[in-house]
Structure formats: C-alpha cells, structure tokens
C-alpha cells in the first residue's frame, strides 16, 4: 500500500510548473522546487472535491457543444432536450502536442495555493472543461474528450480510469487487482487488439493502425466502448420518446376523426341549405306562374260568359222581332209600313251590337325556361377537401375561391338581376360539357322570365337535342356487362303480382331518374310507382279516371332533364307530366288523327332539349312536341314504307333519341328497328326481320340509349336484350330466361343504373297475371 505522502509526491510531480506558479513561490527559489505545505493544501481540496456529488460539481461549458437532432420530431414540434447532455468531440489532437500542452498551460487559480476554498478545478489538458475522470496511476485529471482522446498515454497504457467522484483504497491498483478480462489478439498480427475501427466494425491491433487500417477512423477500445454505451443509452431514449410521438398521434387522429365527422354533419347542413334556396326559389316560381295563369283564366272565362250573355240577349231580341214580323204579316194598311220600320231598326242594330262584341280568339303559350341555365344549376356548389389551416381563409375569398373550400355555397340571385354563373370543372372531370347541349335561340335567356304572352307564336325550325341514358344526369354513362356469372339470373328482383304498395299488374313503363331510382308504370293498376336503386317501395301516384293525375292503362314512361316524369296515359290517348314527387303539371293530346292527337299512344323520349318524341301507334307515326306539349311536327311511317313490303302497317313501340340527335323506333309487329333523322323528314336506317338468329327479332318492344351511342333493345319473344351500335349493328346479347319465369313472361322494357347495369321489365300475359300460381312471381329485375 503507498502512503499518504507517496501520493502527494507522486501527485506533486504530475502536476505542471507554470509560469503563474513560479511566480507565486518564494523569490529565493528555483523555478523547480515546490512548497510542501501547499501542495498538501492542494491535494486535500482535492480530494474534497472529489468527494462531492457530481450534482454540486461546476457545470461543464463547452463551445463547441450542439443541440442533438430529435429523429421522432413532427414538422411543428420543438426540438427535445438531449438527456444526457453534450457528449463526444473529435479525437484530433495528436501524441506530439500533449507535451508542448503540459509546457504551456497556466494556472487558473486566482488565489494562493493554500486557500483551498478558492481553488478551481479544470482539466489536466485543455484547461477549459470541467473534469469527469481521473487517472488511478497518473493521478490526472481529464475530462471527457480529453480522457478519450486517440493519442491519450492513459488510453494507450491501458490506465485505470475512474469517475472523478469514485474514491479508490489509496495505494490499490484496480488495474492490476481486477484486469482478469480475457486479452483479444489481432487474428492478423496477433497482437493484443488495442483500437476499434469504427469503418470495419472490428478490434484492431498497433501494427493494423499502421498498414491496412491507416486511413480509417479508429479509437481506443475502451473509449469506443464508452461511446457504443452512449449511443445505445440515445437510442433507449429514442425508443421512448418516439413511444411518446406516437402516442400522441394517435390521439391527435382520433380527435381529427371527431373533428372531421363533425364537419361532415355541418356541410350536410350547408348544403340541404343552399339547396332549399334553388328548390324555393323554383317552387315560388311555379306557384306565381300557376296563379298568374289562373287568374288569366278567370278573367278570361268572366269576359267569355259577359260575351255568351250579351249574345243570348241580341239572340232573343232577334226572335222577339221576327215574331213581331211575322204577326205584323197580316196587317192592313199603316201597321205594315210601321211594323216593317220598327223591325229593320231592330235587326240593324242587333248586327251593329253583334259587330262590335266580336272576341279574338286567344291561346297562352309558356315560355320554357334557358336550359343551359338549368344545366349551371344543376353543377352549383361543390365540395372538396382542403387543409385545415387555410379553411378561413378560403371562405373570405371570391365565390369562385369559396367554391374550392370544404363547404362554400352559392346563392341563387334574383329573377331580374341574375347573371350567368361561373363554375369550375377539372381537366380529368367526367362532367358534360355545356357544348353538348345546344342552344336553343328562342328560348328565352331568363329563366325567371315573368311575361306569358298570350300571342301566338309557333317555332318553325327548332334546334334538335340529343339523347340521354338518364336524362339529366350529369356522368357518363356506359351499359355494363350482366353480373351473375350464371346467365340469365340477376342480381336481385322486385315487384310481385298484385294491387298493394310495391306489387305491380302487368306493367310495362320503365325509367331510372338522375338519382338512380327506378320508376314504373304500373298499368293495370293505373299507377305509377317509384323504387329506389335497392328496389325498396319509396312512393306512388295515380289512380284510375280521365281527370288530371289519372290514368287508364298507362304505358311508356321516362324523365326530363328537369326532373319531371312523363307518362303515356295510353288508353285516355293523352300525355301526362308530374313533378318527381308526382304532383300534377300539365297534361296534351285526346284522340283522334289531327296533329297533337293520339290513338293509343304508347312509348315517350326526351331529348336534352326537352323535346318530346311519342309513338302514336294506331296512327302509325311518331310526334314530337316541346316541353310544355306544343306541338313541332311528325312522321308518318307508311309515307316511307309502303305496307305491301310488310307483314302489316307499322307499329311504333318503343322509342329514344341517340346520342347524334336521331330517333330509334321499334316496329312491334314487322319485327324490326327504325331510325329517323332529327327532323323527322326521312328514314335513315332499318334493320331487322321475324327470327330468333343474329340480327333478327322477334317483337321488339322498349328501347334506350347509353352515352356511348349504344342502342339497348327489348327483344321481347326472344326474352333477350340486343345490344347495338349506334349504325344498328349488332354487339351482343343478354339471355333473360332464368328459373321462375317462363315463356309468357317476356321483357318490355329497359333502362340504365347510373353504374350502367340493366334493369329490365317483364309483362305477363292477361290470362297468367290473374293466375293465382302466377303471384309469387317478380317481375323487375336488376342485372
């Protein structure tokens, strides 16, 4: 064991001879000699000190120490407090410097040294840093760059190094007493393995520093050890507070789930709002017109009824004077002359009166509405997502910038003041464009139009429109292959045999309206009734008379680009128009072989103007009207195909417009298809004969058209569906004879979901639909 005095020499020699120290000492004294008195001083404050905790040790301060980066940091998160505090400088300092360093250091102590309170301790080296380790066999004291320092002489003797609070048995060599490790040796020079090369990831030995590993970057093994320990202590505090991160992410999504559910109830709000304004502002339209047009009609029948009045009055009195005169026939004498003078006044001045009661004869024309405004209407409002935090800044900005915000709404402006809205559509939109639906020069240009002239005005040379899938939906629609991998059978069936709400009797009716519910005619039933696209009952109208919102036997059915449902009330020889909720608009025709008349009337198609195309079968043509009923002109088919070329007269079932403006007509008892021009002058196609092959028919019956041009047909005794191109060439064919169903039951009618899949309606025979076996039948099926 050494003494107390060994390890204050030994602690006296290892200190350095500074200047500043030299000049302190006793000026009779050398340069190298020491007072023992203080230096005992020393080494007892000292070792006080290093008795201390290292809490109430002086806080290192380093210059060159950097805040670490935190790898779990979000974007708007501050940076973490390092744990650990400044750690690990570059081992720059080479073995050549450490000498002229201990010959050139000066003493901070600002007081003498036998004051040991004003004593600061400072590393062996740098004189800057605060130590944290000592040599046990150097007695020095280093900090922590210092301590691990390549070119360090107590790293590379392999020292006992100690934290400078750790107090050792004086005179014990942990060294020596504990280094019982096992020694690693180079595999290639075998020397003892002294250095870590940090390139490699290997112990290294002196003679690889000086060959294979010279130019890698290397350090001592104990002080790579240390350095492996704090990097593993970062990595442990990483794992906790990423840990903490995403935790807090977490949390941070649920509450945007909250947030974002609870914008979605508040745009829901906004937007059943804003369309309230559009439907309100359309509904009091409606309701001024239709009060305005009654009070035209009252004033126009109390003018009628005065004029029927007075003309009865003139009516009498004529008969009063022609009695008068006759009597006055057998007169003698000066009552002749007299009588005769008193009827001539009478009769001249009935006819004057009579003259000056005459009544033009007067009609009220409607006046339709801009359809290309309707078409802006039906594309206001939009809804998009957006970030959270330009939110307020978007509703602030101009109304095409609010509609780019989660949930900006327009207004409807005023009838008198309304200006075209503008509204934007991406490049990669399926929207169609406005240039698909032509303008219609005599229409007006103000949809809140507040005149109805009653002048007879007639349009000569209307612009023709084109076909829809779904008139007035505003996507694309393709027709789709069957789904059921098994042919024939589809995906689901509604719509049983029988008189209550979503049972049918023989219908024959079918359409798809622009919110994908499915309308029926339900013929012997003298209704109509409305499904949704699931084939749910939602609601019905009608019942069976010849007043409006009657029916006797409707047939064709379809909707307008506004909404409206148009039925062929087929056996009162009539068009009947009803708002999407059925309440009644207007009804035109009665029978008869005049323009505007029908005889059993069958199937109806709109186009996107408006214009309405209806088969007139007994008649053997088709007419086509505006929107409001007036009609433009018609086709007579034997005109063009004399009936000896025939089987019989043309019978025009279904129809539909196609996409280039033309009209499919199916011949239902010549078995084939008829395609006329848009204005109705010629026939440009027609195709078709009796069989059941390719290219044959057998009874065509309800048509419709996709967005593509294809022509989808009822081939109703084949109880298949053709599909055609828009030439009338044939693509395929859809097998519809499935389990349940039998020959009797053939499809009439088609229509396209908004998806594009078929929806087809069968018609039974008389005889089977009362048949009790017949009831648990489903006679609308979706494909």
Same mark, same amino acid.
């Given at each position: 064991?050494?003494?107390?005095?060994?390890?204050?020499?030994?602690?006296?020699?290892?200190?350095?001879?500074?200047?500043?120290?030299?000049?302190?000492?006793?000026?009779?004294?050398?340069?190298? +000699?020491?007072?023992?008195?203080?230096?005992?001083?020393?080494?007892?404050?000292?070792?006080?000190?290093?008795?201390?905790?290292?809490?109430?040790?002086?806080?290192?301060?380093?210059?060159?120490?950097?805040?670490?980066?935190?790898?779990?940091?979000?974007?708007?998160?501050?940076?973490?407090?390092?744990?650990?505090?400044?750690?690990? +400088?570059?081992?720059?300092?080479?073995?050549?410097?450490?000498?002229?360093?201990?010959?050139?250091?000066?003493?901070?102590?600002?007081?003498?040294?036998?004051?040991?309170?004003?004593?600061?301790?400072?590393?062996?080296?740098?004189?800057?840093?605060?130590?944290?380790?000592?040599?046990?066999?150097?007695?020095?004291?280093?900090?922590?760059?210092?301590?691990?320092?390549?070119?360090?002489?107590?790293?590379?003797?392999?020292?006992?190094?100690?934290?400078?609070?750790?107090?050792?048995?004086?005179?014990? /060599?942990?060294?020596?007493?504990?280094?019982?490790?096992?020694?690693?040796?180079?595999?290639?020079?075998?020397?003892?393995?002294?250095?870590?090369?940090?390139?490699?990831?290997?112990?290294?030995?002196?003679?690889?520093?000086?060959?294979?590993?010279?130019?890698?970057?290397?350090?001592?093994?104990?002080?790579?050890?240390?350095?492996?320990?704090?990097?593993?202590?970062?990595?442990?505090?990483?794992?906790?507070?990423?840990?903490?991160?995403?935790?807090?992410?977490?949390?941070?999504?649920?509450?945007?789930?909250?947030?974002?559910?609870?914008?979605?109830?508040?745009?829901?709000?906004?937007?059943?709002?804003?369309?309230?304004?559009?439907?309100?502002?359309?509904?009091?339209?409606?309701?001024?017109?239709?009060?305005?047009?009654?009070?035209?009609?009252?004033?126009?029948?109390?003018?009628?009824?005065?004029?029927?009045?007075?003309?009865?009055?003139?009516?009498?009195?004529?008969?009063?004077?022609?009695?008068?005169?006759?009597?006055?026939?057998?007169?003698?004498?000066?009552?002749?002359?007299?009588?005769?003078?008193?009827?001539?006044?009478?009769?001249?001045?009935?006819?004057?009166?009579?003259?000056?009661?005459?009544?033009?004869?007067?009609?009220?024309?409607?006046?339709?509405?801009?359809?290309?405004?309707?078409?802006?209407?039906?594309?206001?409002?939009?809804?998009?997502?957006?970030?959270?935090?330009?939110?307020?800044?978007?509703?602030?900005?101009?109304?095409?910038?609010?509609?780019?915000?989660?949930?900006?709404? +327009?207004?409807?402006?005023?009838?008198?003041?309304?200006?075209?809205?503008?509204?934007?559509?991406?490049?990669?939109?399926?929207?169609?464009?406005?240039?698909?639906?032509?303008?219609?020069?005599?229409?007006?240009?103000?949809?809140?139009?507040?005149?109805?002239?009653?002048?007879?005005?007639?349009?000569?040379?209307?612009?023709?429109?084109?076909?829809?899938?779904?008139?007035?939906?505003?996507?694309?629609?393709?027709?789709?292959?069957? /789904?059921?991998?098994?042919?024939?059978?589809?995906?689901?069936?509604?719509?049983?045999?029988?008189?209550?709400?979503?049972?049918?009797?023989?219908?024959?009716?079918?359409?798809?309206?622009?919110?994908?519910?499915?309308?029926?005619?339900?013929?012997?039933?003298?209704?109509?009734?409305?499904?949704?696209?699931?084939?749910?009952?939602?609601?019905?109208?009608?019942?069976?008379?010849?007043?409006?919102?009657?029916?006797?036997?409707?047939?064709?059915?379809?909707?307008?680009?506004?909404?409206?449902?148009?039925?062929?009330?087929?056996?009162?020889?009539?068009?009947?128009?009803?708002?999407?909720?059925?309440?009644?608009?207007?009804?035109?025709?009665?029978?008869?072989?005049?323009?505007?008349?029908? +005889?059993?009337?069958?199937?109806?198609?709109?186009?996107?103007?408006?214009?309405?195309?209806?088969?007139?079968?007994?008649?053997?043509?088709?007419?086509? %009207?505006?929107?409001?009923?007036?009609?433009?002109?018609? %086709?007579?088919?034997?005109?063009?195909?004399?009936?000896?070329?025939?089987?019989?007269?043309?019978?025009?079932? *279904?129809?539909?417009?196609?996409?280039?403006?033309?009209?499919?007509?199916?011949?239902?008892?010549?078995?084939?298809?008829?395609?006329?021009?848009?204005?109705?002058?010629?026939?440009?196609?027609?195709?078709?004969?009796?069989?059941?092959?390719? *290219?044959?028919?057998?009874?065509?019956? *309800?048509?419709?058209?996709?967005?593509?041009?294809?022509?989808?047909?009822?081939?109703?005794?084949?109880?298949?569906?053709?599909? %055609?191109?828009?030439?009338?060439?044939?693509?395929?064919?859809?097998?519809?004879?499935?389990? *349940?169903?039998?020959?009797?039951?053939?499809?009439?009618?088609?229509?396209?979901?908004?998806?594009?899949?078929?929806?087809?309606?069968?018609?039974?025979?008389?005889?089977?639909?009362?048949?009790?076996?017949?009831?648990?039948?489903?006679?609308?099926?979706?494909?």
């Amino acid at each position: 064991m050494t003494s107390f005095a060994n390890m204050t020499a030994s602690l006296a020699a290892s200190l350095p001879t500074t200047s500043s120290g030299a000049a302190s000492s006793a000026p009779g004294h050398a340069p190298d +000699q020491e007072d023992p008195l203080a230096m005992t001083h020393i080494i007892c404050n000292l070792l006080e000190n290093m008795n201390k905790p290292a809490s109430l040790q002086p806080a290192a301060t380093s210059a060159s120490s950097t805040m670490p980066y935190d790898i779990w940091a979000l974007p708007s998160c501050s940076s973490l407090q390092n744990p650990i505090g400044p750690v690990g +400088q570059d081992y720059n300092t080479n073995n050549h410097n450490n000498n002229h360093q201990n010959h050139s250091k000066e003493d901070n102590s600002s007081g003498s040294p036998g004051t040991s309170s004003s004593v600061s301790i400072t590393c062996y080296r740098c004189e800057a840093r605060t130590p944290t380790t000592r040599c046990l066999e150097c007695n020095d004291l280093f900090c922590h760059e210092c301590c691990h320092k390549v070119t360090s002489d107590c790293q590379l003797r392999e020292h006992t190094l100690l934290p400078i609070h750790q107090i050792s048995p004086i005179g014990a /060599r942990p060294n020596s007493v504990t280094n019982e490790k096992e020694v690693m040796y180079c595999e290639l020079h075998g020397e003892p393995v002294k250095f870590y090369c940090e390139a490699c990831i290997i112990f290294i030995c002196q003679e690889c520093t000086l060959w294979v590993h010279k130019d890698h970057c290397f350090t001592p093994i104990k002080g790579a050890l240390d350095l492996c320990r704090i990097g593993v202590f970062r990595a442990i505090e990483d794992t906790k507070t990423g840990t903490k991160a995403i935790k807090t992410a977490i949390d941070r999504a649920v509450a945007m789930s909250k947030a974002y559910e609870k914008e979605t109830a508040e745009a829901n709000l906004k937007i059943r709002k804003a369309m309230r304004c559009y439907a309100q502002a359309i509904e009091d339209r409606e309701k001024y017109l239709l009060d305005k047009v009654e009070k035209m009609r009252q004033a126009k029948m109390t003018e009628l009824t005065d004029h029927m009045n007075t003309l009865r009055g003139i009516l009498a009195g004529l008969a009063h004077t022609n009695e008068t005169l006759v009597r006055s026939m057998d007169s003698e004498g000066i009552d002749l002359f007299m009588a005769k003078e008193k009827g001539r006044a009478q009769v001249d001045y009935f006819s004057c009166m009579f003259k000056n009661m005459y009544i033009a004869e007067e009609r009220i024309m409607f006046v339709p509405p801009n359809y290309d405004l309707v078409d802006q209407i039906k594309r206001q409002c939009d809804v998009q997502p957006t970030p959270a935090v330009s939110m307020h800044a978007l509703t602030s900005t101009s109304s095409i910038q609010s509609r780019q915000s989660l949930m900006s709404l +327009q207004s409807l402006q005023s009838a008198q003041s309304f200006s075209p809205l503008s509204y934007h559509i991406s490049a990669s939109n399926t929207l169609r464009n406005l240039s698909e639906y032509p303008n219609n020069p005599t229409r007006s240009t103000n949809y809140y139009d507040h005149s109805i002239s009653s002048s007879i005005a007639m349009d000569a040379n209307p612009a023709r429109g084109v076909g829809q899938a779904i008139p007035g939906y505003w996507l694309s629609v393709s027709v789709r292959p069957t /789904r059921s991998p098994v042919p024939g059978v589809p995906m689901f069936s509604f719509g049983k045999e029988g008189q209550d709400e979503g049972q049918v009797s023989r219908p024959w009716g079918l359409c798809v309206d622009r919110e994908g519910n499915i309308i029926v005619a339900d013929r012997r039933n003298n209704r109509i009734q409305i499904f949704n696209n699931r084939g749910e009952f939602k609601t019905m109208f009608g019942a069976k008379g010849t007043g409006p919102g009657e029916f006797d036997l409707p047939a064709g059915i379809t909707t307008d680009t506004y909404g409206r449902i148009i039925v062929i009330d087929k056996d009162n020889h009539r068009v009947q128009i009803f708002t999407s909720a059925g309440n009644f608009i207007l009804k035109f025709g009665s029978f008869g072989k005049e323009c505007g008349q029908f +005889q059993y009337p069958w199937d109806v198609a709109v186009n996107t103007l408006g214009n309405i195309v209806v088969t007139d079968t007994r008649n053997h043509r088709i007419q086509l %009207f505006t929107s409001d009923g007036t009609y433009i002109t018609k %086709f007579v088919f034997e005109a063009a195909n004399p009936a000896k070329l025939l089987k019989g007269p043309t019978t025009p079932r *279904g129809v539909c417009f196609t996409t280039n403006g033309n009209i499919i007509v199916s011949d239902f008892e010549n078995h084939r298809l008829l395609m006329v021009d848009p204005t109705l002058s010629k026939v440009i196609h027609c195709m078709g004969r009796e069989g059941s092959g390719i *290219g044959e028919l057998n009874r065509p019956s *309800g048509i419709v058209t996709d967005d593509d041009g294809r022509i989808i047909v009822a081939d109703s005794k084949n109880h298949r569906v053709l599909v %055609f191109t828009s030439e009338l060439r044939i693509l395929w064919a859809v097998d519809l004879k499935s389990p *349940g169903l039998d020959d009797k039951d053939r499809p009439s009618d088609v229509a396209l979901t908004p998806e594009g899949y078929l929806v087809v309606l069968f018609e039974t025979l008389p005889d089977t639909a009362r048949d009790v076996t017949s009831h648990g039948k489903q006679y609308i099926k979706v494909y």
